[in-house]
């Protein structure tokens, strides 16, 4: 498209309509791209568990207890600088707590005169590499003017001391001292990380993904890469009834029906009138719940016994209408996933790959050996008013509608190519290919039309499943062997429930985790995906880490970088740590290890943090700017568009608009 600069140059002076305001904003786009390149943040499978997520948000993966060092290491205590780190993550609480013990008002006074200027000079710390603009739109503005005056203060002129004490007695003698904090520790959460991505799987079997995605909403700077979890969470909310089903499997198999029935506000009594009417025999030994040995919430037999019996009907469910998507795309080559008509009722045995396995459960009252896959009256009726539920749940919506607008499949961003999974490869290190709506897809051009095929599923959630073509295609998103999210030859739900025989249980990865290690694979995936193998890396999430088995996060020399949060407490026992977070500044990028994180009440009262563990992936030579970055770029472009702006005004072709 040819652009014509004249008419641009003549929009653009709207904006800018004198040669003294283009000026202006000139020197202060090259001010901002001389400062240090700001924090990213790169977090990944969150997997439901809020308050691990959250604390480390709240403390930036160590970051803010690193620069509490740095400010105040050797003039306070291992212990005062603890306190003065919980106090930043949990103001309110924190506050609270150390006033209930202090005795006399002159004592809490003083604590509060002490911590408003400690808190202070962190902050003034934390903002140091920012615009005081970008500093002001941080700024809550209740508090916002007294929090400038102070990070902003005068240090020339010492007669102002005085004024800079009397405002924070002030604030302290009107009892407003702990929200002043709060104000406080809310910016240095928010800017001592400038961008967070998120590297997908912020949905599974913890209770609290709705909660996570609240807290990503307050305003953070931010992008998602959509996992596979997210991505089934999104088919549902599309209208896919193979991905709803699914959803509601692994929350009854994970005890977390909540999330569908408080969070989204989802009925599932049609489901659970089903399952007690229908499946009237108490034979669900396979699809009893993993309930969590941890929680407070007590659960009583019957309960648990109800939660079987929905898992039981959905699982069936399921089972027929991923085999009718089967049928409909033999392009998806997932013949060997069809089970239901391998499966001999008198005898109770299953056929897979040939080979015959008894059962552990026989009890399949809605299936038809001579139509197995075809949906009963009654459970076509189940699958359309849970369905309705999920089309018109508002929480669930706002929540997807907020995955689609900061999310992607996957990202580059300042030379680093971020995505949840894998790029499919075949055995040979050559891309593999898809067939979608008889069109061949690989590499790069197979991401962009996944991801078109899961925006357009959603934005067509109102035809309906019938008349939805790409519905089936989200669905292949969460269990086909050519799917960046799966990566795997077969999902063995089926197996896993029914066969005992682990050895039907196993699922192939994709050769890409085979051969991630091969630097030559990397540089063949950053070069595909447009970026620089020589500086570039791949930053992947999906799989945990087991570093207990001497497994390293870092593949081929640095190039991947598996950040695998490791938030989900079932997987903790396997890796041996609460998984891994990445920082990327200025001097460069640091993988940062973490511990399992116990309780919010144990780190306000024992000031108790996530134990991490820094490792250098690469430092940088010279201090990065952000001329250096993505967004560097966006303003060298602005910058050249000012000066054309001058150019043109110098030579006359424009003219200033002079104000009356």
Known sequence: MVVDKDKYLKLLSKQYSTIADTVTEIINLEAIMNLPKATEHFISDLHGEYDAVQHVLRNGSGNIKEKIREIFQGRLSTREMNQLATIVYYPEEKVDLIVSELTSREEIEEFYTLTVTRITELCAFVVSKYTRSKVRKALPPDYAYIIEELLFKDTIMSNKEHYYDKIINTVISLNRGKQLIAAFAHVIQRLVVDHIHVVGDIYDRGPYPDKIIDTLMDGHELDIQWGNHDVLWMGAASGSAACMANVIRISARYDNLEIIEDAYGISLRPLMTFSEMVYPEDRYEPFLP??????????????????????????????????????????????????????????????????????????????????????????????????????????????????????????????????????????????????????????????????????????????????????????????????????????????????????????????????????????????????????????????????????????????????????????????????????????????????????????????????????????????KTVRETDVGQRLTEQVNDLQALLAAYYDGRLVEKVSK
């Open 290 to 623: 993993k309930v969590n040995p941890d929680s407070d919430d007590e659960i009583y037999q019957e309960e648990i016994r109800q939660i079987a019996k929905m898992n039981q009907a959905i699982s069936i469910i399921q089972f027929k209408l991923e085999g009718a998507i089967i049928k409909r795309h033999p392009e998806f080559e997932m013949e060997a996933s069809l089970l239901l008509d391998k499966i001999n009722h008198d005898e109770g045995t299953v056929t897979i790959d040939g080979k015959v396995y008894p059962l552990r459960c026989d009890y399949f009252p809605t299936i038809d050996p001579n139509d197995p896959y075809a949906l009963t009256e009654e459970e076509k009726l189940v699958v359309n008013r849970l369905m309705e539920g999920f089309l018109n749940s508002e929480r669930l919506h706002k929540h997807v509608q907020f995955l689609y607008s900061k999310g992607s499949l996957y990202l580059k961003y300042n030379d680093n190519l971020l995505f949840h999974g894998c790029v499919p490869i075949n055995d040979d290190l050559t891309f593999m290919e898809m067939t979608i709506h008889n069109k061949k897809y690989k590499g790069k051009a197979l991401l962009d039309e996944y991801e078109d095929i899961l925006r357009k599923g959603y934005l067509n959630r109102e035809a309906g499943s019938d008349n939805n073509r790409y519905l089936d295609y989200v669905w292949y998103q969460w269990e086909g062997k050519a799917s960046s999210l799966f990566g795997k030859d077969k999902m063995t739900t089926f197996e896993r429930l029914y066969v005992e025989d682990k050895a039907t249980h196993f699922e192939h990865k994709n050769a890409y985790y085979k051969q991630r290690h091969n630097i030559e694979l990397c540089n063949m995936i950053l070069t595909e995906f447009g970026l620089d193998s020589c500086k570039g890396h791949i930053i992947n999430g999906h799989t945990p880490v087991k570093e207990n088995r001497g497994e390293n996060p870092l593949k081929a020399n640095g190039k991947l970088i598996v950040i695998d949060g490791g938030f989900s407490k079932a997987y903790q026992a396997t890796t041996g740590l609460a998984g891994y977070t990445l920082l990327y500044n200025s001097f460069g990028m640091q993988l940062v290890s973490h511990q399992p994180f116990t309780s919010v009440k144990d780190a306000l009262v024992n000031e108790s943090d996530i134990v991490s563990t820094r490792r250098i992936v690469d430092k940088e030579l010279e201090r």
